[in-house]
């Protein structure tokens, strides 16, 4: 009796889940096994990770267990550190040993890139993983409780400055969350301190304008809502290091700060660059139309790890992406365990939504692009729906409508 072909899936973040769920449709449980490996035993719902930052939404809240989707598609789930792949021997080296391939699919997700620039490791919080968030918002609390007891507005002035570096989809949509929470759940608890003049966030980018990657009408409503709510949209101004409390930019511009997030971009976790295969000048690997990496017919990727070109351009390092690409790789996993040869993947982008605080955020469907209320309902009904398990939806609604009738999560819990 001839062995099932064994598909190891390296990372369970959204590419590394939606193909779990596709194969379960496309794969009889006798054709293969399916292994998932993550050093993480849940499943990251990242694009609401801002709003753990901002003490809109509790951790629990954007964390699924990935054994429940492994096991319910009779695949199975391990947690470890993926230390690298021996391409030779189709191995998967993990901390708990070696696991063997027929196809390896790497999905790894992406890390924070900081650039080469001196002091943003140790001088900016990263907003890339849950305990990220926690950190973010365990120190947004801490600093309004040390400005309260500051006798001179000028030093609370200085605390109170929040930089965030990175006008991409998270820089904006964290800095406009902070302001929510300042203004409507932190305002009425700290009388002492004058919110209009004190308080202050800045975001910084070295592009043009803002969301870069998303039309230029999305970038127009974000920079309008930004001014509404006093965030102070600093463009064309690339940064060159961060100090303790200090952000300094290549024209010479420093910003003090007692705050600094960091979310200038991504960049491939260590076990994509190690693999010898063949890359972009980003570090990323090249696909074909099919996912296959280079020319090999073992080793998959896509989502953020895989530079897939299409119309001369690579596809955008986004969930969406990842989800849509999802159905194509499972098929053609599936019509490799069959010996039938793979479909090209052609991509078709549903559109843009980027939260821009209370009932305010911007869409782009097709050829339209709306803002306001309409957006911000189509926003919180894309989401509600992709997220998985009812126990999460129904957490998410009740947080949702609880942040917004009343304050945020505001005491400063571990």
Same mark, same amino acid.
């Given at each position: 009796m001839r062995e099932k072909p064994r598909i190891v899936v390296v990372g369970g973040g959204f590419a590394g889940l939606h193909l779990i769920r596709q194969l379960e449709q496309r794969l009889r449980r006798d054709e293969a096994d399916v292994l998932v490996l993550d050093r993480n035993d849940y499943h990251l719902f990242t694009p609401l990770l801002y709003?753990?930052?901002?003490?809109?939404?509790?951790?629990?809240?954007?964390?699924?267990?990935?054994?429940?989707?492994?096991?319910?598609?009779?695949? $199975?789930?391990?947690?470890?550190?993926?230390?690298?792949?021996?391409?030779?021997? $189709?191995?998967?080296?993990? =901390?708990? =040993?070696?696991?063997?391939?027929?196809?390896?699919?790497?999905?790894?997700?992406?890390?924070?890139?900081?650039?080469?620039?001196? =002091?943003? $490791?140790?001088?900016?919080?990263?907003?890339?993983?849950?305990a990220d968030a926690q950190r973010i918002r365990k120190h947004i609390l801490g600093t309004f409780q040390r400005a309260a007891t500051f006798r001179e507005a000028a030093d609370r002035k200085v605390l109170l400055t929040f930089v965030v570096v990175g006008a991409g989809p998270t820089g904006v949509e964290v800095a406009s969350s902070m302001r929510d929470l300042m203004d409507h759940s932190l305002r009425p608890m700290y009388p002492e301190i004058d919110f209009a003049k004190e308080v202050s966030i800045v975001l910084i980018d070295g592009a043009e304008r803002p969301l870069t990657q998303m039309d230029q009408r999305l970038s127009l409503l974000a920079t309008k809502r930004l001014a509404q709510q006093r965030v102070t949209l600093v463009m064309r101004t690339p940064v060159s290091e961060v100090q303790p409390g200090i952000v300094r930019t290549r024209g010479g511009a420093v910003f003090h700060a007692g705050t600094i997030v960091w979310s200038g971009g991504v960049e491939m976790p260590a076990l994509v660059r190690g693999l010898d295969l063949p890359k972009a000048q980003d570090g990323r690997i090249r696909v074909d139309d099919h996912f296959r990496a280079g020319a090999r017919r073992d080793v998959w990727s896509f989502g953020d790890a895989a530079y897939f070109i299409q119309d001369g351009k690579p596809l955008a390092q986004q969930a969406q992406v990842a989800v849509l690409e999802a159905p194509r790789v499972a098929g053609n996993l599936a019509r490799a365990v069959r010996g039938e040869p793979p479909v090209a993947y052609r991509h078709y982008p549903k559109g843009d939504l980027i939260a821009l605080g209370r009932r305010q955020a911007g869409a782009q469907i097709g050829d339209r692009v709306f803002g306001g209320l309409p957006a911000w309902s189509v926003w919180r009904v894309n989401y509600l729906t992709q997220l998985l398990g009812i126990r999460n939806r129904t957490t998410l609604l009740t947080e949702w409508t609880l942040s917004y009738l009343s304050s945020r999560m505001v005491a400063d819990t571990p």
């Amino acid at each position: 009796m001839r062995e099932k072909p064994r598909i190891v899936v390296v990372g369970g973040g959204f590419a590394g889940l939606h193909l779990i769920r596709q194969l379960e449709q496309r794969l009889r449980r006798d054709e293969a096994d399916v292994l998932v490996l993550d050093r993480n035993d849940y499943h990251l719902f990242t694009p609401l990770l801002y709003q753990v930052a901002t003490g809109e939404l509790p951790p629990h809240a954007v964390a699924y267990p990935l054994r429940q989707p492994t096991s319910h598609a009779g695949f $199975r789930f391990r947690r470890t550190e993926v230390q690298g792949i021996d391409l030779d021997r $189709r191995i998967v080296i993990t =901390g708990d =040993g070696e696991v063997p391939y027929d196809h390896v699919v790497v999905v790894p997700g992406s890390s924070a890139n900081d650039f080469g620039l001196p =002091g943003v $490791r140790s001088n900016a919080l990263p907003l890339k993983d849950l305990a990220d968030a926690q950190r973010i918002r365990k120190h947004i609390l801490g600093t309004f409780q040390r400005a309260a007891t500051f006798r001179e507005a000028a030093d609370r002035k200085v605390l109170l400055t929040f930089v965030v570096v990175g006008a991409g989809p998270t820089g904006v949509e964290v800095a406009s969350s902070m302001r929510d929470l300042m203004d409507h759940s932190l305002r009425p608890m700290y009388p002492e301190i004058d919110f209009a003049k004190e308080v202050s966030i800045v975001l910084i980018d070295g592009a043009e304008r803002p969301l870069t990657q998303m039309d230029q009408r999305l970038s127009l409503l974000a920079t309008k809502r930004l001014a509404q709510q006093r965030v102070t949209l600093v463009m064309r101004t690339p940064v060159s290091e961060v100090q303790p409390g200090i952000v300094r930019t290549r024209g010479g511009a420093v910003f003090h700060a007692g705050t600094i997030v960091w979310s200038g971009g991504v960049e491939m976790p260590a076990l994509v660059r190690g693999l010898d295969l063949p890359k972009a000048q980003d570090g990323r690997i090249r696909v074909d139309d099919h996912f296959r990496a280079g020319a090999r017919r073992d080793v998959w990727s896509f989502g953020d790890a895989a530079y897939f070109i299409q119309d001369g351009k690579p596809l955008a390092q986004q969930a969406q992406v990842a989800v849509l690409e999802a159905p194509r790789v499972a098929g053609n996993l599936a019509r490799a365990v069959r010996g039938e040869p793979p479909v090209a993947y052609r991509h078709y982008p549903k559109g843009d939504l980027i939260a821009l605080g209370r009932r305010q955020a911007g869409a782009q469907i097709g050829d339209r692009v709306f803002g306001g209320l309409p957006a911000w309902s189509v926003w919180r009904v894309n989401y509600l729906t992709q997220l998985l398990g009812i126990r999460n939806r129904t957490t998410l609604l009740t947080e949702w409508t609880l942040s917004y009738l009343s304050s945020r999560m505001v005491a400063d819990t571990p």
